[in-house]
């Protein structure tokens, strides 16, 4: 859901939150917030310069159907668009320059996971202490693997749930992790992971994920284009053309985001206008590209298999 501004009349769309939950986020209704006797509009007149916004319930009840005196709170939800570089220094990197450290689930075990190798050597061969160092060894893989997708689905939800379109790279892991110095930390850092539940929830959530080609993202200056060739440990795009400087990573996440909005024109800006509608019967301004719609065509789709 994002800001709407019509051509009717200046408004931005807001969701509605009512019960016990909605106490805990949201901005509450109360003194300098009028809501419209329509119960579609509320007026904020506490001088933050808001102005009148649109209301739009959930999908499970109809704005008009919400009784008035059950609206507690709204949560203001603008439109953002981010192109996101993955990393091994960091996680990720955004082009708003926001970055997520890289666990390192892997590397933080491995000694852990060495020494159980080695107990499990030391075993007779079809003895029980064997099976269970055996089991022991297992676990510690299991827990690795659990801990690298619990972040990857965590990490993947929030940044859903922050934005209206996530721009990423096709990234050939397949052939990256050919590369034997960098091979067991980009294994470690689960990009593919991370990638499936982005898609998974901008589908779920009705949010478009393109995906850009790589090439040249990381040596093109996101602010005039000039190429600016640098090998991998040079970690500081300065370009020579404008004198732009920026993080490597943060500079790659402004191109990826840029190519992303000349494969679809409508992006353009910080607002998103679409046409369409939601399950309620309102306009919605949240982009609905061919690739969104080729993902799943259903919300109940099942999560993807890991």
């Not at 996101?222 to 990573?249: E, F, I, N, Q, Y």
Request: glycine letters at 10%.
């Amino acid at each position: 859901m994002t800001i709407n501004r019509s051509i009717e009349e200046p408004c931005e769309v807001t969701s509605l939150m009512h019960g016990s939950g909605a106490e805990r986020r949201g901005r509450p209704l109360r003194l300098g917030n009028k809501l419209d006797p329509d119960g579609k509009h509320v007026t904020f007149t506490d001088g933050c310069g808001i102005g009148r916004l649109r209301l739009v319930g959930n999908r499970g009840q109809k704005i008009e159907a919400f009784p008035l005196q059950h609206i507690k709170r709204v949560r203001i939800v603008q439109g953002r668009q981010v192109g996101i570089d993955m990393g091994l220094l960091s996680y990720y990197t955004d082009s708003l320059g926001q970055t997520v450290d890289n666990p390192r689930y892997y590397r933080k075990a491995e000694q852990k996971l060495k020494r159980l190798h080695r107990r499990l050597s030391r075993k007779q061969q079809k003895s029980q202490n064997r099976k269970k160092a055996r089991k022991a060894l297992a676990k510690g893989y299991l827990k690795v693997g659990r801990q690298r997708e619990d972040f990857a689905r965590k990490q993947a939800d929030a940044l859903v749930s922050s934005n209206d379109l996530i721009a990423y790279e096709q990234l050939q892991i397949r052939n990256m992790v050919k590369n034997r110095h960098l091979a067991k930390s980009i294994h470690d850092a689960g990009w593919g992971t991370f990638l499936r539940w982005v898609r998974h929830y901008g589908v779920v959530h009705g949010i478009p994920i393109p995906a850009v080609e790589p090439q040249f993202t990381s040596q093109d200056c996101s602010a005039c284009g000039t190429r600016v060739k640098k090998s991998l440990s040079v970690r500081t795009h300065m370009c020579p053309g404008c004198g732009v400087v920026l993080d490597r990573d943060h500079n790659a996440a402004l191109c990826i985001l840029q190519k992303a909005r000349a494969m679809y024109p409508g992006a353009q800006g910080n607002i998103l206008f679409f046409g369409g509608g939601n399950a309620w019967g309102e306009p919605t301004s949240t982009a609905v590209s061919a690739m969104a719609t080729q993902q799943a065509g259903s919300r109940n789709q099942e999560p993807p298999v890991l």
